[in-house]
Nanobody
């Protein structure tokens, strides 16, 4: 069984920063990638960023490029999302997820992920 636990959410003013963490436990094996998604009230869940486990290739939602940075610490089985220059429109519940897909897996599609965390709230005030 695999578990993902997020932490680091909170309330911040526009322009501020937060750093989310996601720790994975259990049988990781040949995990392909893990990513961050977010969902605001009344909206569909959207891809934010992802990073591959072995070679650390990353992808980002266009609106967060240059502001967010995804990274991982394999020794700690932890993934991070550093969020800078936060905007009110970044307010959402942020979820981390992990996928054991193949090399060609589209990491931007949530249905390609096998396990999910419980989510952490990020609120950006104007």
């Amino acid at each position: 069984q695999v578990q993902l636990v997020e932490s680091g959410g909170g309330l911040v003013q526009a322009g501020g920063s937060l750093k989310l963490a996601c720790t994975i436990s259990g049988r990781i094996g040949r995990m392909y990638a893990w990513g961050w998604f977010r969902q605001a009230p009344g909206k569909e869940r959207e891809f934010v960023a992802a990073i591959t486990w072995l070679d650390e290739r990353s992808e980002y939602l266009d609106s967060v490029k240059g502001r967010f940075a995804i990274s991982r610490d394999s020794a700690k089985n932890t993934m991070y999302l550093q969020m800078n220059s936060l905007k009110p429109e970044d307010t959402s519940v942020y979820y981390c997820a992990a996928t054991w897909g193949l090399y060609s897996t589209n990491v931007r599609i949530d249905s390609n992920y096998n396990y999910w965390g419980q989510g952490t709230q990020v609120t950006v005030s104007s």
